[in-house]
């Protein structure tokens, strides 16, 4: 393994390339696309042109198990891989060496959103986000979340994988699960009170610290629109067989 290199499996457009690595990572990029990795040797040709761009499927990955520090599936690689999921996160569990990490996200559930903040005005989020943590979380928390519907196109894109099969193939393939983590159980994808909020860097930066702090209940995993799984490299075993994820 390479110290400090990073793979980031089924990209896309690379919304998410930079942030699963480091300042001074060596990045890979493992795309089936063709399309978007022109896209991103584009997009990234100065700030990044030492981004390795590699066209393959990520369920037969072209490396050497452990030979990344870093592996992220961000963007729900494993609900459009469907069937072959099980195998596209054994294979790139794989390919991290020791003391190294990975980082997964996926759906869930249909999503969520907080009853507190969704019933008050839009200007009215932005200013209550200027008061401490402690002050707004037991609100939130009392008042209960809301199951947001999504759109039935939208309902058949991907599919859906419970938070515990993840977690036990990463640990059978010999990772310790560090954070599961709901993403945006609160605001959800609230456009309007988003815009609003971000106007406001205070407010933005609180609004993070709430939902990460209510994301990391155990209660929210199950109607989360995404969840983030970080896990690292324990002592490797035996390789384990592929387990059975189900829908």
Same mark, same amino acid.
């Given at each position: 393994?390479?110290?400090?290199?990073?793979?980031?499996?089924?990209?896309?457009?690379?919304?998410?390339?930079? =942030?699963?690595?480091?300042?001074?990572?060596? $990045?890979?990029?493992?795309?089936?696309?063709?399309?978007? @990795?022109?896209? =991103?040797?584009?997009?990234?040709?100065?700030?990044?042109?030492?981004?390795? @761009?590699?066209?393959?499927?990520?369920?037969?990955?072209?490396?050497?198990?452990?030979?990344?520090?870093?592996? /992220?599936?961000? #963007?729900?690689?494993?609900?459009?891989?469907?069937?072959?999921?099980?195998? =596209?996160?054994?294979?790139?569990?794989?390919?991290?060496?020791?003391? /190294?990490?990975? =980082?997964?996200?996926?759906?869930? #559930?249909?999503?969520?959103?907080?009853?507190?903040?969704?019933?008050?005005?839009? /200007? +009215?989020?932005?200013?209550?986000?200027?008061?401490?943590?402690?002050? %707004?979380?037991?609100?939130?928390?009392?008042? #209960?979340?809301?199951?947001?519907?999504?759109?039935?196109?939208? !309902?058949?894109?991907?599919?859906?994988?419970?938070?515990?099969?993840?977690?036990?193939?990463?640990?059978? !393939?010999?990772?310790?699960?560090?954070?599961?983590?709901?993403?945006?159980?609160?605001?959800?994808?609230?456009?309007?009170?988003?815009?609003?909020?971000?106007?406001?860097?205070?407010?933005?930066?609180?609004?993070?610290?709430?939902?990460?702090? $209510?994301?990391?209940?155990?209660?929210?995993? /199950?109607? +989360?629109?995404?969840?983030? %799984?970080?896990?690292?490299?324990?002592?490797?075993?035996?390789?384990?067989?592929?387990?059975?994820?189900?829908?």
């Amino acid at each position: 393994m390479t110290p400090g290199r990073t793979l980031d499996v089924g990209p896309g457009p690379g919304r998410f390339t930079r =942030l699963v690595s480091g300042p001074t990572d060596r $990045i890979a990029v493992l795309e089936l696309s063709r399309a978007m @990795l022109t896209h =991103l040797r584009e997009n990234e040709r100065e700030s990044r042109p030492e981004l390795d @761009l590699v066209q393959a499927d990520a369920v037969d990955p072209p490396f050497r198990p452990g030979s990344f520090h870093r592996v /992220g599936l961000l #963007g729900n690689v494993l609900g459009f891989a469907e069937e072959d999921a099980p195998r =596209l996160l054994t294979g790139a569990a794989r390919l991290v060496g020791a003391g /190294g990490s990975i =980082l997964v996200e996926f759906v869930s #559930g249909p999503g969520e959103r907080s009853r507190y903040l969704h019933r008050l005005p839009t /200007g +009215a989020v932005a200013r209550l986000l200027a008061a401490p943590l402690r002050a %707004i979380e037991p609100r939130v928390v009392r008042e #209960g979340f809301d199951t947001v519907r999504p759109e039935r196109a939208r !309902e058949s894109r991907f599919r859906r994988f419970p938070t515990s099969e993840v977690e036990a193939l990463l640990r059978s !393939e010999g990772f310790v699960v560090r954070e599961t983590l709901a993403v945006a159980p609160c605001l959800g994808n609230d456009p309007s009170k988003l815009t609003e909020v971000r106007n406001s860097p205070a407010a933005w930066e609180r609004l993070l610290e709430l939902e990460e702090s $209510i994301g990391g209940r155990p209660e929210r995993r /199950g109607s +989360a629109a995404a969840l983030l %799984i970080a896990a690292a490299r324990a002592e490797r075993g035996p390789a384990a067989a592929p387990m059975r994820m189900v829908k």
